[in-house]
C-alpha cells in the first residue's frame, strides 16, 4: 500500500518562507503525477502545483512565481518551496500522487500552513 506522509507545516509571518516535504513508501518513478493541494474550511481542495513524469510543472496562478516543486528520486521525496507568503496561503496542504493508467490517487495525511503576523 503506498502511503504518503507530508512535513514541513508551520506558522510564518507574511512575507516569509516554508518548505513542505512529502515522502512516499514507493519509488518516485512510480508516479504519473505528483501534486499539492490545499483546503481551507468550508472551501473544495485546489490544485497549486504538479510536477510530471518527465519534469515539467504547472502551478495555479496565484502561486506562480513565488511556489516551486520539486522531486528528490534518491529520498523518494516531492516538495514545494513557498515563498514570500501571504495570508491567503494559510490552508492545510495535501501531497498527492497517481499511479497507473487509470491514474489511482494517493493522498497524505495533510500539514498545515499558517501565514499570520
Known amino acids: 500500500q503506498v502511503q504518503l506522509v507530508e512535513s514541513g507545516g508551520d506558522l510564518v509571518q507574511p512575507g516569509g518562507s516554508l518548505r513542505l516535504s512529502c515522502t512516499a513508501t514507493e519509488s518516485l518513478f512510480q508516479f504519473n503525477t505528483m501534486s499539492w493541494y490545499r483546503q481551507v474550511p468550508g472551501k473544495q481542495r485546489e490544485l497549486v502545483a504538479t510536477?510530471?513524469?518527465?519534469?515539467?510543472?504547472k502551478y495555479t496562478d496565484s502561486v506562480k512565481g513565488r511556489f516551486t516543486i520539486s522531486r528528490d528520486y534518491a529520498k523518494n521525496t516531492m516538495s514545494l518551496q513557498m515563498n514570500s507568503l501571504k495570508p491567503e496561503d494559510t490552508a492545510v496542504y495535501y501531497c498527492?500522487?497517481?499511479?497507473?493508467?487509470?491514474?489511482?490517487?494517493?493522498w497524505g495525511q495533510g500539514t498545515q500552513v499558517t501565514v499570520s503576523s
Open positions: 510536477i510530471f513524469r518527465y519534469g515539467s510543472s
Open positions: 498527492n500522487g497517481q499511479i497507473g493508467d487509470g491514474g489511482t490517487d494517493y
